[in-house]
C-alpha cells in the first residue's frame, strides 16, 4: 500500500509570493495534519481537517490556509510568503480525526523563500 | 503545558543499547510517540504506548513511562549504524472540548552511531 504522499518534493519561492503544496493521505484515512518543521526545530501543528472540515488550527497566522477534498487529498495554501516561512512541510494521515490514532507523515515537501 | 524536551545528541557504539529520554508536562497526554527522522526524509512512526501502560516492547525497541515523572524513554538494543537518525518524542492530546487529536514534539535527540 503506497504511504502518505506530498507534491512536489521541493520549492523555491521569492518573497512575496504565493505557494500550494499538496497531500494524499494513506488509503482509506479521513483525516489529513499539516506540521511545518523549521531546521533544528521539532514539527509545529498548523492544521487538521477531517471529512473536509477543519477542526483545528494551530498558532499560525491567515497567510496560513488548507482545504481537504472529496477524496480527502489536502492542499496548503502559503501566501505573502516570507524567509521565515521556509521549512519543511509535512502532511500526516490518520484513520479518524482522535487522540487514539496513529498519525503518519509523508516525504515533505521543502520550501525555501529567497 | 505543550512543551515536550528531550537531550539534543546522543553518540553510542554499535552493538551498545540507546536511551533516549523524553519528559512531557501533560498529565492528560493520552498517546505517547516515538518518530525517526533521517537526513531529508520524513518523519517514520517508531512506535507508541497508551498513558495507562509501563511499558512496551516491539522487537529491538523498549518504551518505558513513568506517569508519575511524566517520563519517557526509547531503548534501542543492538544499535545499528543504520539507527543513525533523529528521533522525536512527541504526546497526542485532544484540544478541550474537541476530539481533535494534535502531536506536540520536542526539539528531537540526534543519535549517531559509530561503528
Known amino acids: 500500500d503506497a504511504g502518505v504522499t506530498q507534491s512536489p518534493t521541493h520549492l523555491i519561492k521569492t518573497r512575496g509570493q504565493h505557494v500550494t503544496l499538496r497531500c494524499s493521505p494513506i488509503?482509506?484515512?479521513?483525516?489529513v495534519s499539516w506540521y511545518q518543521q523549521v531546521l533544528g526545530q521539532g514539527p509545529q501543528f498548523i492544521f487538521q481537517y477531517y471529512e473536509k472540515e477543519e477542526r483545528g488550527r494551530g498558532n499560525f497566522p491567515d497567510r496560513f490556509s488548507a482545504r481537504q477534498f472529496p477524496n480527502y487529498s489536502s492542499e496548503l495554501n502559503v501566501n505573502a510568503l516570507l524567509l521565515g516561512d521556509s521549512a519543511l512541510y509535512l502532511c500526516?494521515?490518520?484513520?479518524?480525526?482522535?487522540?487514539?490514532?496513529?498519525?503518519?507523515f509523508g516525504p515533505g515537501t521543502r520550501l525555501t523563500v529567497t | 503545558g505543550e512543551d515536550v524536551e528531550q537531550s539534543l545528541f546522543l553518540s553510542v557504539r554499535e552493538g551498545d543499547s540507546s536511551v533516549i529520554n523524553c519528559t512531557y508536562t501533560d498529565s492528560s497526554s493520552t498517546y505517547l510517540y516515538w518518530y525517526k527522522q533521517e537526513p531529508g526524509a520524513g518523519l517514520q512512526l517508531l512506535t507508541y504506548i497508551f498513558s495507562n501502560m509501563d511499558m512496551k516492547q516491539d522487537q529491538r525497541l523498549t518504551v518505558l513511562l513513568n506517569k508519575k515523572d511524566k517520563h519517557l524513554s526509547l531503548r534501542i538494543a543492538d544499535t545499528q549504524t543504520g539507527d543513525s537518525a533523529i528521533y522525536f518524542c512527541a504526546e497526542s492530546k485532544a484540544d478541550r472540548g474537541s476530539t481533535l487529536g494534535r502531536l506536540y514534539f520536542g526539539r528531537g535527540t540526534q543519535l549517531t552511531v559509530w561503528p
Open positions: 500526516a494521515s490518520s484513520e479518524e480525526a482522535g487522540d487514539s490514532y496513529e498519525q503518519y
Open positions: 488509503s482509506g484515512h479521513k483525516s
